[in-house]
């Protein structure tokens, strides 16, 4: 009868595979809040659109569930700052949760703008969970057309 050796071999990729799920918990959600822990805090980030023409740059912020007296918005150094909190459901009780991803809590997205604007004549919008932001290019950011002269 023949022994066979029972003792493994180190394997470096079973290390790297443990290093990797420890990178990927630090990012993952709690299900049960629908907040995220680690690194990134309650990190939510609203997706954004930011589009420019000639005149303004528009920003569009999708918010479903809030409310216009729950946001905040504010410019400064030509970055649009969004906050915001989102009120957690209180009619529901918490024993019948089987499941909750959806977010609740607060949130910032900054959203660095390309060109200078003019903060005096910012508008802002919030229609059907849709904040749209819309701000005015300054003058010396518009495009300038320049009469070529021939001789």
Request: net charge neutral; with cysteine; proline share 7%.
């Amino acid at each position: 009868m023949t022994t066979r050796s029972l003792t493994r071999r180190w394997d470096p990729w079973s290390d790297l595979w443990a290093l990797q799920d420890e990178v990927n918990r630090l990012f993952e959600t709690l299900p049960a809040r629908g907040i995220r822990q680690g690194l990134l805090g309650t990190s939510y980030l609203p997706p954004v659109d930011v589009l420019k023409d000639k005149d303004a740059i528009t920003v569009k912020v999708d918010l479903p569930g809030m409310k216009k007296e729950d946001l905040e918005i504010t410019v400064l150094n030509d970055n649009l700052c969004v906050r915001g909190t989102k009120k957690l459901d209180t009619e529901v009780d918490e024993r019948n949760i089987h499941t909750r991803e959806r977010f609740f809590g607060s949130f910032e997205r900054v959203i660095g703008l390309p060109d200078p604007i003019d903060p005096e004549r910012i508008t802002a919008r919030f229609v059907d969970g849709v904040l749209t932001v819309v701000c005015p290019l300054r003058e010396s950011a518009k495009p300038r057309q320049i009469a070529v002269e021939v001789k």
